[in-house]
């Protein structure tokens, strides 16, 4: 069975680095034409794509935020992880990482159900 | 950077009825549109890929057409479970700079 778990802080302080880790099962990360992505989704606002990770550890960044993010992968813990630096309010969002196989002629065929995080002093 | 605006933002239909949401891109994205489904809680669904293929395991009261800027999501004979938001994606470029619309939001009449 197929799964990604999204995991890191509930709250974070303006200025701080988030870090978020997305768990997967079912499949590699180093499988052929498998890409895994970050998206978020502010409250009541639309998804926004982040970055993503491809099979060849390739990796792709959101044009608005490429000078925030990393995403980096283990491939000994099958785990994906997102940071973002010099968090704002605004990145108080649910966060969500999202499997690509035929990556990139597809798209996200499974989701995890997404962490919450706030952004507060 | 590709714009994805979907209409109606709420709709209301009754069960077993028909909806029609409607996603429009701010230019061509050939077939590469994708429709989610989106509830409280849960990890969202891919219900459409390819403007008109449904994911697997989806019913078939779900359809989905549309190429170039206009798309549409049919769902036939609602039912209770189908109350929810739904999404359309574009996923047409490479480089990857995916988009999605805002939502519609499916409720009962």
């Known amino acids: 069975q197929v799964t990604l778990t999204e995991s890191g802080p509930a709250l974070v302080r303006p200025t701080q680095t988030l870090t978020l880790t997305c768990s997967v099962s079912?499949?590699?990360?180093?499988?052929?034409?498998?890409?895994v992505s970050w998206i978020r989704q502010p409250p009541g606002k639309a998804l926004e794509w982040l970055a993503l990770?491809?099979?060849?550890?390739?990796?792709y960044y959101s044009t608005s935020l490429k000078t925030r993010l990393t995403i980096s992968r283990d491939t000994s813990k099958n785990q994906v992880v997102l940071t973002l630096t010099n968090v704002d309010p605004v990145d108080t969002a649910t966060y969500y990482c999202?499997?690509?196989?035929?990556?990139?002629?597809?798209?996200?065929?499974?989701w995890g159900q997404g962490t919450m995080v706030t952004v507060s002093s | 950077e590709i714009v994805m605006t979907q209409s109606p933002a709420t709709l209301s239909v009754s069960p077993g009825d028909r909806a029609t949401l409607s996603c429009r891109a701010s230019q061509s994205v050939n077939r590469k549109l994708a429709w989610y489904q989106g509830k409280p809680g849960q990890a969202p669904r891919l219900l459409i890929y390819g403007a008109s293929t449904r994911a697997t395991g989806i019913p078939a009261r779900f359809s989905g057409s549309g190429s170039g800027t206009e798309f549409t999501l049919t769902i036939s004979g609602l039912q209770s479970e189908d109350f929810a938001v739904y999404y359309c994606q574009q996923y047409n470029n490479w480089p990857p700079m995916y988009t999605f619309g805002q939502g519609t939001k499916l409720e009962i009449k």
């Open positions: 990770i491809d099979w060849n550890d390739d990796k």
């Open positions: 079912g499949f590699f990360l180093t499988t052929s034409a498998i890409c």
């Open positions: 999202g499997r690509i196989i035929n990556c990139p002629l597809w798209t996200f065929d499974i």
